[in-house]
């Protein structure tokens, strides 16, 4: 489910994104490379997640 919901969000932020600088620059919008780059952003997030949350608890020593 947070793979789906990270993806999500990558997903419309990438397009949106896409779009407003794609209208600022006067350029055309392409879904397409908004789309990949919404993939690539998802890999990035969840690998990064993954390598800096610890899944255990954090004990404290006194």
Same mark, same amino acid.
């Given at each position: 489910?947070?793979?789906? *919901? *990270?993806?999500?969000?990558?997903?419309?932020?990438?397009?949106?994104?896409?779009?407003?600088?794609?209208?600022?620059?006067?350029? *055309?919008?392409?879904?397409?490379?908004?789309?990949?780059?919404?993939?690539?952003?998802?890999?990035?997030?969840?690998?990064?997640?993954? *390598?800096?949350?610890?899944?255990?608890?954090?004990?404290?020593?006194?």
């Amino acid at each position: 489910m947070r793979i789906i *919901a *990270a993806f999500f969000w990558c997903f419309v932020l990438s397009n949106m994104g896409g779009y407003v600088l794609s209208s600022m620059t006067g350029g *055309a919008y392409n879904f397409t490379s908004s789309t990949i780059m919404s993939v690539v952003f998802t890999v990035i997030i969840l690998v990064l997640s993954e *390598a800096l949350i610890p899944n255990e608890p954090v004990t404290k020593h006194h």
